[in-house]
């Protein structure tokens, strides 16, 4: 979903998967399944990220399905390594709708993969609502796919350098600006 919808992260890296299955699509013959190539575009992602998170001075995001402890475990860790505060922006999506999605994108796992991920990330979510703080992580941030429909942003100036807003006023004085290294979700867009 984020890979569709944008991360505002001023000097940020930001990596996503997508932009390596679709150049790999693009490559190989047409109509090969993703589940064919599946394993090489999360290879290249994970290489991706440790090659930023290790060489980057500024912000990495990373988008990434953790529905495993495993992974977030390796996230976490590999952040530590390189002296990083590593903040946790879960968006959740129902069972149903994380379906939909797959087949809207073109990327639908396998059955027992697919229930075996939204039986894990129910689970997480289950715990962070009951306050459950994951070890290592700075802060974890959850939202549902309303929230996060229009992107994300990520802030990284500390307040003090923040440009003036068009009020005048500093946006660390706007309520629907994050603070440093908090994100949030754009206000919801009218209809029209």
Excluded at 31 to 53: D, E, K, N, S
Excluded at 73 to 92: C, E, T
Excluded at 131 to 142: E, K, M, N, S, T
């Amino acid at each position: 979903m984020l890979a569709r919808r944008p991360i505002a992260a001023r000097g940020a890296v930001v990596l996503d998967s997508d932009p390596i299955r679709e150049w790999l699509r693009a490559k190989l013959p047409d109509g090969m399944p993703y589940r064919r190539y599946r394993g090489l575009v999360h290879l290249w992602h994970r290489v991706q990220i440790v090659l930023a998170v290790l060489s980057t001075l500024g912000p990495v995001v990373v988008h990434m399905p953790a529905t495993g402890a495993f992974t977030r475990v390796a996230l976490v860790s590999l952040a530590m390594l390189a002296w990083r505060r590593p903040y946790l922006v879960w968006v959740h999506a129902e069972p149903a709708e994380a379906r939909r999605g797959q087949r809207a994108r073109g990327r639908v796992l396998r059955r027992s993969c697919f229930e075996r991920h939204a039986r894990l990330g129910v689970a997480f979510v289950a715990r962070l609502r009951a306050g459950h703080q994951p070890p290592g992580w700075r802060r974890v941030i959850l939202l549902d796919r309303r929230r996060a429909r229009y992107g994300l942003v990520l802030n990284t100036e500390p307040a003090d350098q923040r440009p003036a807003g068009p009020t005048g006023q500093s946006p660390r004085e706007l309520p629907t600006r994050p603070a440093a290294g908090e994100v949030s979700a754009p206000a919801e867009r009218a209809a029209g």
